[in-house]
């Protein structure tokens, strides 16, 4: 049996609405060194928020239209 010291989810599981700034100051500047993968639509970054929430940020290229359907179908 494994055991891990992770933190327990919080209570409030769900979307949390964080500022632009915020996200730029949890990825340091979408820093080169945080980032995760780049695929057809953007890259993704990890950061960490100054709550201590460890956070994942893509970020699409809006130039193309299949990034535009990918990101509305992701809201949905």
């Known amino acids: 049996r494994r055991h891990t010291s992770q ?10 609405k964080v500022s632009y700034e915020e996200l730029v100051e949890a990825t ?11 695929g057809n639509f953007g890259s993704v970054y990890k950061g960490i928020l ?21 990101f509305i179908t992701e809201c949905n």
Request: hydrophobic share 35%; net charge positive.
């Open 7 to 16: 933190k327990p989810f919080p209570s409030h599981v769900g979307p949390t």
């Open 28 to 38: 340091g500047g979408f820093m080169e060194t945080n980032l995760l993968g780049v």
């Open 50 to 70: 100054n709550t201590g929430t460890n956070i994942a940020v893509k970020v699409l290229n809006f130039q193309d239209e299949h990034a535009r359907k990918s």
